[in-house]
């Protein structure tokens, strides 16, 4: 056996090299070294600006970005946004200083007004909301540093059986999901107590990553719970769970409705003693009956679904546990609250071998079209199909339309308020295949994993929220076969906010699309404040990525107050001008937005490494770099140099070259003195404190060169 990147078997000199596609029929996925990249990217395209968005000047406020336009400075062409702001005044900014701009996230242009280039009202917003960041800040990092200061129990991360249990997986791991478990065994191999956002797309193998640390806590003799919002995610985890763990004698008892008061007495019992290993269960395990021996690792499947006082309640109890949650669409908190690291975040963005995209049509509820649907799908493929309403009032008019329209099919009725057992029955049908249709209320949005459901049909589907049609969508289309939504609506009863859900939903439509939609409640709902619990916040005053920006600038800052040795890195961004052709040909990239997301992509350089890579990138994808867009790199490598040396100004003009530097403090004042004061230099100090280089209007070199010469002798 031997290591080589081989596409397909070969035969060569008489040897034959066989690769493990021939023998298995997949590639084995191996882990990615290209993970903070990707999160980097993801982010990024959340992120992403296009014509006539809101954007947020840092120094300006909030405007509307109209179009890339080519602006001649100092006789040479640069590109420019063309940014509008109230009474529509204009500001052309240079792309290559685009990070002064974010995107403002919430496009509702009804509600949001531009603010008048200049005025004081947006200075003062920006300070309001510095201050409220502030105290944000201390409490986060309050409540971060009490975690730190507890130590979590030892969870032995190389037990011996841990392979072997890990070969009872019967699919292939993705690299994501490779990625997620190693986070999670480097969370427990440090001493302090963890808390992990996964964030991973309906059916993209979540629960296999809870599933291997359940595993190694429980061989370490550490109780876990997994705490979940309905009774059928709690009884499908439980099934799953005896499945997998009864071979390694670990014990999985579960907590719910579907339990009878004299079994649920006797597991409390049990707990306390230490008896069992895993209690999955629904808010029963918030019973004050309710104790552990030793408490270690607490998970929140599907927490979006979870409150916070409730979440927050673990935690007190056991202030040692690691905590993991689950999500395919976060809650704006959250999210906010991993965006700005203050939990750590783990992505599963790569879909499951041979998985298809649900292929979803959102249209007014008509008769026709849906007879159609479920005949298609229960006599042409041979599936199951859930009808899905938002109000138990809703089941009696569906049930007419089953009985006037499909009067030869078989189907159950479900929702939250049947007896135990007569919940448990009607599904158990369904799950066996003797009845093809489910009429259902939202219950069946977490949790139902079953592979030959492949449409579902959501009625009055504007009364349901963003995260919650996600994920009814979900739980279609979970094996090789292409699944389908039908996501319907009245007419009468559609509302702007209803409408705008409606259309994210139909544009959603490829795989992995649920951070894509978290990112987008978070637009349309507001982040809120990341302690408390309301949900619309003061974020809509500056825009969302400034927020976090803000947020994140604070925090860093606030460590740096408590720990000497962090280093705050330097937040201002230099203004550059040098005279050279500086833009992206439109020959070479065509697509206004496509342009305009490369620019953005090259404006948050901060390293010489990530230049390389994204021209191997461009060339990949557009062919080779035209020297315009050479010049902009060339004038990014001198901005990381500006930066590492205090210099928030680097001007060309016809005599020679102004030096500024940021708060008037060089890094070597020293070094300039004695430059300025050599008599074979052209370094002259000026009283305010800014540096001159005299070339006597003669350039014998190229700019940008002379540039870095200059940079590298006062560094």
């Known amino acids: 056996i031997t290591s080589l990147k081989i596409e397909e078997s070969l035969e060569f000199n008489d040897v034959l090299f066989i690769n493990e596609k021939t023998i298995f029929g997949y590639t084995f996925a191996v882990k990615s070294s ?11 395209e959340l992120n992403k600006l296009s014509q006539g968005s809101l954007l947020v000047h840092s120094d300006y406020g909030i405007c509307r970005f109209n179009n890339i336009k080519k602006i001649n400075l100092n006789d040479s062409v640069h590109d420019c946004l063309e940014l509008e702001f109230a009474d529509s005044q204009k500001l052309f900014l240079p792309v290559e200083n685009l990070s ?27 300070a309001e909301a510095k201050k409220k960041i502030k105290d944000a800040a201390k409490k986060l990092i309050k409540i971060a540093s009490k975690r730190l200061e507890s130590k979590s129990y030892q969870i032995n991360t190389n037990h011996t059986e841990y392979d072997k249990f890990c070969s009872t997986f019967p699919f292939v791991e993705t690299d994501d999901q490779l990625n997620a478990i190693n986070d999670v065994i480097n969370d427990f191999e440090k001493d302090t107590p963890s808390d992990r956002l996964i964030v991973g797309d309906v059916a993209f193998g979540k629960t296999e990553v809870i599933i291997r640390a359940l595993f190694l806590a429980a061989k370490s003799k550490i109780q876990s719970i997994v705490f979940v919002p309905t009774t059928l995610l709690s009884r499908q985890h439980y099934n799953n769970f005896i499945k997998r763990f009864n071979l390694f004698d670990i014990k999985v008892a579960e907590v719910s409705r579907l339990i009878s008061k004299k079994e649920k007495n006797k597991i409390y019992k049990e707990c306390t003693e230490g008896n069992i290993d895993i209690l999955i269960g629904t808010h029963a395990l918030l019973s004050d ?8 690792l607490i998970i929140y499947d599907e927490e979006q679904k979870l409150g916070t006082i409730q979440k927050e309640k673990f935690k007190e109890i056991a202030p040692k546990a ?27 963005l790569t879909a499951p071998f041979e998985r298809m995209a649900v292929r979803t049509y959102v249209s007014p509820f008509d008769s026709l079209t849906i007879t159609e649907a479920i005949k298609r799908e229960i006599y042409g493929r041979k599936n199951g199909v859930y009808f899905v309403v938002p109000r138990k009032k809703d089941l ?46 939202n219950i069946i949005e977490n949790g139902l994993d079953l592979p030959h459901v492949n449409t579902i049909i959501v009625y009055r589907s504007n009364i349901f929220s963003l995260a919650a049609l996600y994920q009814l969508k979900g739980r279609v289309g979970r094996s090789s076969k292409r699944g389908y939504a039908y996501i319907t609506y009245k007419e009468s009863e559609l509302k702007d906010n209803g409408r ?8 959603s439509d490829h795989l992995g699309a649920g951070f894509n939609i978290a990112s987008q409640d978070l637009d349309i709902r507001g982040g809120g404040s990341i302690i408390g619990e309301e949900q619309s916040g003061f974020i809509k005053e500056i825009g969302t990525e400034l927020y976090h920006q803000m947020l994140e600038e604070e925090i860093n800052l606030q460590k740096s107050k408590i720990n000497k040795e962090i280093e705050i890195k330097s937040i201002f961004q230099p203004i550059i001008k040098i005279p050279e052709e500086i ?11 496509l342009r305009l997301s490369i620019y953005k992509r090259i404006s948050k350089i901060t390293y010489q490494k990530e230049i390389e890579e994204i021209k191997i990138e461009l060339v990949d994808r557009f062919g080779q770099i035209p020297f315009q867009l ?36 060089p890094k070597k004042p020293k070094k300039l003195l004695s430059l300025s004061l050599s008599k074979n230099n052209s370094f002259l100090l000026r009283p305010d404190q800014k540096l001159f280089y005299d070339f006597s209007g003669n350039i014998v070199e190229n700019r940008f060169e002379l540039s870095k010469k200059i940079i590298n002798l006062i560094k």
């Open 34 to 44: 290209q993970k903070n990249n990707k999160q980097k990217f993801v982010f990024e």
């Open 583 to 593: 833009f992206i040909p439109e020959k070479y990239i065509n697509d206004v937005d």
């Open 289 to 296: 009956k309710l104790s552990f021996k030793k408490l270690g």
């Open 396 to 441: 009696p008019f569906i049930e007419q339309f089953l009985n006037d329209n499909l009067p030869e099919i078989k189907y159950v009725i479900t929702h939250g308020q049947l007896s135990p057992k007569l919940l448990e029955s009607r599904i158990s049908k369904f799950y066996n295949q003797e009845v093809p249709l489910m009429l259902s209320t």
């Open 630 to 665: 050479k010049n902009l790199f060339k004038l990014v490598e001198i901005k990381i140099l500006c930066i590492n040396c205090n210099i928030d100004k680097f001007e060309f003009s016809k005599k020679g070259i102004l030096i500024g530097f940021h708060n008037n403090l």
């Open 100 to 126: 002064y701009v974010t995107k403002y996230g919430n496009d509702d242009e009804t509600s949001i007004s531009l603010d008048k280039l200049g005025a004081s009202s947006w200075q003062k917003r920006k």
């Open 322 to 348: 690691h905590c993991i949650s689950l999500s395919a669409t976060p809650i704006p908190r959250t999210l906010s609250m991993s965006l700005s690291g203050i939990r750590d975040l783990s992505l599963i």
């Open 500 to 507: 705008k859900r409606l259309s994210i939903i139909n544009s």
